[in-house]
């Protein structure tokens, strides 16, 4: 059992340009999370979704979109990237019985 | 909205020795879950230990403890006889029992140890 997946590791990106990180859980949690970590600030929600075919904001939610059409997977896009998106993003899973957040590995993300 | 804080930016231990690292936070709910995470320099997050907040008990998880106190809203994490694999940033967390059930962190506190 593999967990919670993240795709790429790590991403330079220009300005301007459009991203999308991946994030795949087989763990079958039905609520699912967007963190970004940032020096200082620890992490901070920006877009969850608690079941298939639903999605919330978070603390941060500007800039990102989401979509969950299925239990697995849940990608985050950046439609066009600026620099205060550099950060490392992490994606995470919850449910039955504990409700326990388990996390992915993370994507480091640079936009330049 | 809740909020963690925690006040110790660094923190340093000898090998063996124990050590504790201070969270509070701020609610006004009294269902709730506070949970330790630990991120070594590997960047994954690992969860160290949760209390469920209408559990009096202390939560422990072999050489991790807490002292959990929810009038004060003060939620320590105990670590005994601390190894270099302790080495880490370790988050606190909260969670409501409701809703869309996110994590609140704090800002973390990065664990030396010392040989």
């Known amino acids: 059992i593999a967990g919670i997946t993240q795709a790429p590791t790590s991403q330079i990106l220009a300005a301007g340009r459009r991203m999308t990180l991946r994030c795949t859980q087989d763990?079958?949690?039905?609520?699912m999370y967007w963190y970004r970590q940032d020096l200082g600030l620890g992490l901070r929600l920006i877009h969850y979704?608690?079941?298939?075919?639903?999605?919330g904001k978070g603390e941060v939610p500007d800039g990102y979109s989401v979509s969950r059409a299925n239990t697995d997977d849940f990608p985050l896009t950046l439609a066009s990237a600026v620099p205060s998106q550099t950060s490392v993003y992490f994606c995470?899973?919850?449910?039955?019985?504990?409700?326990?957040?388990?996390f992915g590995p993370g994507t480091r993300l640079t936009v330049l | 909205a809740q909020t963690v804080t925690q006040s110790q930016p660094e923190m340093s231990v000898q090998e063996a020795e124990t050590v504790t690292l201070s969270c509070t936070y701020d609610?006004?709910?009294?269902?709730?879950?506070l949970f330790w995470y630990k991120q070594p320099p590997s960047r994954q997050m690992i969860l160290v230990i949760r209390?469920?907040?209408?559990?009096?008990q202390n939560a422990t998880e072999n050489r991790f403890s807490v002292n959990f106190q929810k009038a004060a809203k003060s939620f320590s994490l105990k670590i005994s006889d601390s190894q270099l694999g302790d080495a880490a940033m370790y988050f606190c967390?909260?969670?409501?029992?409701?809703?869309?059930?996110?994590?609140?962190f704090g800002t973390g506190t990065r664990l030396t140890i010392i040989p």
């Open positions: 609610t006004s709910e009294s269902d709730y879950y």
């Open positions: 967390a909260y969670r409501n029992n409701f809703g869309n059930e996110k994590l609140t």
């Open positions: 979704s608690n079941t298939a075919g639903t999605t």
């Open positions: 995470a899973s919850s449910g039955y019985p504990t409700d326990t957040q388990y």
């Open positions: 763990m079958r949690h039905n609520a």
């Open positions: 209390q469920e907040a209408y559990k009096q």
